[in-house]
């Protein structure tokens, strides 16, 4: 089985900077970067064999992959990285099905969410801090907080932590932005609640929203919204631009690393996809 899985990622990586393939995922990929005159130079993959299940005939195996693409734009070379979760079946022994686990995001009941007004907080954003912290745990999950099945926000809140964002308003979950313990805002781990905290916060960590992604620096926030129906399922972290000056980003739930900004390669992705672009503002 191992074999099998070891074989269906090289295939991938093959089909990644082959001429054409049947796969669409791939060729989304391809496609943007088509639109960015941008090539996938070499593709390097490894795969990790996370739990079996095995019943009669049938075994199912999580693994995930983590993909590292080495593009050229233009005369600018970087590596863009990607952990997969994926799902594969075996009757007996040969692959039946091969999947991309799409964790979904729990919605938060966020009816009572309130931006009361504190006492002012001076901040200044240290937005080196906050790309150091993106860089470091893109891949992994720092053990001092809590890790959710789907981490987005969470990673998002821990950079802008790191980047010395004031945290406000707990013990009230539907309050301001915090973490404590067992315990965090819903604007700390869900992507619409963060969202409307970026949109509305006039205390302690505050943003402004901004018409486009060109005026975004590093350490700066894009939400999305993936299906275009008013609510925010994402959120990414500017780490890097493109030779076009265009915003790389970090993120987890797909971790992530140096990803194009617009998603269009995301299985996510669908041309009703609004974004909403953040600047955060020091206050000092």
């Known amino acids: 089985m191992i074999e099998k ?6 295939q991938r990586c093959d089909e990644y ?14 496609n943007l970067m088509a639109t960015r005159d941008a090539k996938i130079i070499n593709v390097r993959a490894k795969g990790r064999v996370l739990m079996k299940e095995q019943h009669l005939d049938e075994t199912k195996v999580t693994y995930s992959v983590h993909w590292k693409f080495f593009i050229k734009h233009k005369n600018f070379y970087y590596m863009e990285e990607e952990i997969e979760k994926r799902l594969a079946t075996f009757y007996k022994d040969e692959m039946t099905t091969d999947g991309l686990i799409v964790e979904q995001e729990i919605a938060e009941d966020l009816f009572e969410f309130t931006f009361d007004t504190d006492e ?13 912290y993106a860089e470091r745990w893109w891949s992994e999950y720092n053990p001092a907080y809590k890790k959710f099945e789907n981490d987005c926000t969470n990673f998002i809140s821990q950079c802008l932590r790191a980047g010395g964002g004031p945290m406000r308003g707990r013990p009230n979950r539907t309050k301001g932005w915090w973490y404590q313990e067992n ?10 609640a963060l969202h409307l905290y ?6 302690g960590l505050k943003a402004r929203r901004v018409s486009s992604v060109e005026e975004l620096m590093l350490g700066d926030i894009i939400c999305y919204d993936f ?8 959120n990414t972290i500017i780490t890097g631009k493109d030779a076009n000056g265009m915003p790389l980003v970090n993120a987890h739930t797909t971790d992530s690393r140096l990803r194009y900004w617009s998603y269009e390669d995301s299985t996510a992705y669908t041309p009703n996809i609004i974004y909403r672009f953040y600047t955060i503002v020091d206050d000092v």
Do not use: C, M
């Not at 299906?227 to 994402?234: A, I, K, L, S, T």
């Open 17 to 30: 900077v082959s001429e054409g393939t049947d796969n669409e995922h791939v060729d989304a990929k391809r």
């Open 227 to 234: 299906e275009g129906d008013g609510r925010f399922n994402h």
């Open 183 to 192: 315990n965090w805002s819903y604007s700390w781990t869900t992507a619409h």
């Open 198 to 203: 970026l949109q509305n916060s006039s205390q």
């Open 5 to 10: 899985i070891q074989q269906f990622i090289q």
């Open 120 to 132: 002012r907080i001076p901040f200044q954003y240290n937005r080196l801090q906050a790309v150091k």
